[in-house]
């Protein structure tokens, strides 16, 4: 049996990560950011003040891996972090004035990059192709488990 990176789900989707991670990583600049750093902004332009807990629930990434993105997120200005009304324990992550003031610029860039890479798709092909990746993934978490 030879093994034909071309055919292979996993060799495809690193492959396809890395470009796109790369446009992002161009288009986002200017506004100070990383990639690293795009979907905890995502998730906090959604619903500010989380945990450390609650974000990396959110986010389905390593403890270890948050940690250096929220201490350099803060480094940078885009967060703050503060004690936990209920909790003596935990402490709460926040947008800053900065972190904010990005969002708009942040999701239009974002939004370009899909425009523009899944240009060759209908739209009915886009959306089966959406599907099918939320799929995959949700099997992968039920293999992980």
């Given at each position: 049996?030879e ?6 789900a ?10 796109l ?32 807990k609650?974000?990396?629930?959110l ?55 899909n ?31």
């Amino acid at each position: 049996m030879e093994f034909d990176r071309m055919t292979s789900a996993g060799y495809l989707v690193n492959h396809m990560a890395r470009l796109l991670v790369e446009i992002l990583r161009k288009r986002i600049a200017p506004l100070g950011i990383v990639p690293g750093q795009f979907p905890t902004l995502l998730v906090l332009w959604e619903k500010d003040g989380l945990t450390q807990k609650e974000l990396l629930a959110l986010l389905d990434i390593e403890q270890a891996t948050l940690a250096n993105t929220l201490t350099r997120m803060e480094r940078d200005g885009l967060i703050t972090r503060k004690e936990h009304p209920a909790d003596a324990r935990a402490r709460t992550i926040h947008l800053t004035e900065k972190g904010r003031s990005i969002r708009d610029s942040a999701h239009l860039a974002a939004m370009q990059i899909n425009e523009d890479v899944l240009a060759d798709l209908s739209d009915a092909e886009t959306q089966a192709f959406l599907d099918y990746m939320r799929r995959v993934i949700g099997r992968i978490k039920e293999v992980e488990s």
